[in-house]
């Protein structure tokens, strides 16, 4: 059965540092999102990619961060300047009316 | 006020019983999705209801649109049901997903 699959599952960085998210979406989907979990609260939208640009965006998603799909099967989420409150777990999902979720990347700023 | 209201926010069982989480959500919408968060984190795909009902295994999941109202049933509960429980929905115009708080549903055996 095809899976999204993200790398890695747990990232710890300083804060002021950049990280890259990178997640490979099912092969065959052509919308990609980022969601985000900080801990204790609910999953919130982050962004929305389809046709190589962002279809929607959150209000969460300032210039701190970006998203890129770099080639034909990866799609990253960059995070800039890493602040405490970026501490969360981050999951990736493709597809439309079903979508289907990555396994999430833990990241800790400390 | 949330766009998804999930209740209850935490409920307990005993092995075999029962179990109803409701969801109700006050925005149109094309797709109700439930989803199941283990502790370790990761989101699975239960359902997805955009009108009547469907069963999975232990598993049910009812909408009604007109009441905008969703409920998600396990019969005979195990402890490995165990788990946070997510109604999230979903609209045509962008697929983007909305999520309620979540029902945290632990089954004692």
């Known amino acids: 059965e095809p899976e999204v699959t993200q790398t890695p599952s747990h990232q710890v960085t300083q804060m002021g540092q950049e990280v890259i998210l990178r997640c490979v979406p099912i092969s065959n989907h052509l919308y990609f999102y980022w969601y985000r979990q900080i801990l204790g609260q609910k999953v919130e939208f982050l962004v929305s990619f389809y046709n190589n640009e962002i279809s929607e965006k959150s209000e969460i998603f300032d210039d701190q961060f970006s998203v890129e799909r770099p080639d034909g099967s990866n799609f990253t989420l960059k995070i800039r300047s890493t602040k405490l409150e970026d501490s969360a777990m981050y999951f990736c999902?493709?597809?439309?009316?079903?979508?289907?979720f990555g396994p999430g990347t833990r990241l800790t700023v400390t | 006020k949330n766009e998804v209201e999930q209740s209850p926010q935490n409920l307990t069982a005993q092995e075999g019983e029962f179990i109803t989480i409701n969801c109700s959500y006050s925005v149109g919408i094309s797709a109700l999705h439930w989803l199941q968060q283990h502790p370790g984190g990761g989101i699975v795909s239960l359902f997805m209801?955009?009108?009547g009902k469907k069963k999975h295994g232990r598993l049910i999941a009812t909408i009604n649109i007109q009441e905008k109202h969703s409920s998600l049933h396990i019969t005979a509960s195990h402890p490995r049901d165990s788990a946070v429980y997510i109604c999230?929905?979903?609209?045509?115009?962008?697929?983007?997903?909305?999520f309620g708080k979540g029902t945290l549903l632990t089954v004692n055996p």
């Open positions: 999230a929905v979903g609209r045509s115009s962008n697929y983007k997903l909305t």
């Open positions: 209801l955009s009108s």
């Open positions: 999902a493709s597809g439309s009316y079903e979508q289907y």
